[in-house]
């Protein structure tokens, strides 16, 4: 039972577009939302986070939307950049940071 | 400043060995935890820990054991290794906050069980 979905696995977007990278969960008791970004061979680095108290919260290029009556969350990133291809994972957390439950990842190719 | 630090980077092991994977981090963060990636999988939770003496089971904790002697340093073993067990894993650690404190990771250690 996943209880964080990415349903897309890989996405093509022009150099400068916008990117949209989606993310579902079912569990109402996740308190705080959090996006990573995976180079190959790397861990996971730290993007933006969103708290289920709001719905939005924004970082420079990135933003981070909350929808808690869908149970979905988004992140846009505008613009788009060769050097965000990576893999995006969507991360939850309940109550506690030691705890994530993780997405499957999407794959991001910005091509120029 | 190294933040987290995993060794070894690969490993090869055979079906029956066991081995300790080191995870250390110099940040004086309290909570520590382990992860394994596999492909289609996404990252699934191990085993965590919320301060030292202190660890818990996460979603996938059969055939793995760990211990936290010191704040720095959480090692995770495998008992006897077997090819189900081969994956990457990535150690984090993070404040004790409830607030949106992110978790760090480190570089990942890929483990080959043949």
């Known amino acids: 039972d996943q209880q964080v979905k990415q349903n897309s696995p890989s996405l093509s977007v022009q150099e400068g577009r916008i990117s949209i990278l989606n993310c579902d969960y079912t569990?109402?008791?996740?308190?705080?939302f959090l996006w990573y970004k995976k180079y190959p061979a790397e861990g996971p680095t730290f993007l933006i986070s969103?708290?289920?108290?709001?719905d939005k919260n924004e970082d420079g290029r990135f933003t981070v939307f909350l929808n808690k009556s869908a149970k979905h969350l988004s992140l846009h990133i505008v613009p788009s950049q060769p050097g965000d291809s990576a893999v995006y994972f969507c991360a939850a957390r309940s109550g506690t940071a030691s705890k994530l439950t993780f997405g499957t990842g999407t794959r991001l190719q910005v091509t120029l | 400043n190294a933040g987290v630090t995993q060794t070894p980077k690969f490993q090869v092991l055979k079906t029956g060995q066991s081995m300790t994977l080191q995870c250390a981090q110099d940040?004086?963060?309290?909570?520590m935890s382990w992860y394994r990636q596999d492909p289609g999988m996404g990252l699934r939770l191990i085993h965590y820990s919320v301060g030292a003496g202190i660890t818990d089971q996460g979603e996938v904790p059969n055939g793995y054991n760990v211990s936290r002697s010191t704040t720095e340093d959480f090692p995770l073993r495998l008992l006897s290794a077997a090819p189900s067990q081969t994956s990457v894993y990535f150690c984090a650690s993070s404040y004790p906050s409830r607030g949106g404190t992110e978790a760090f990771f480190g570089q990942g250690t890929r483990l080959t069980v043949v």
């Open positions: 940040m004086n963060h309290e909570y």
């Open positions: 969103i708290s289920s108290i709001k």
């Open positions: 569990n109402s008791m996740f308190d705080y």
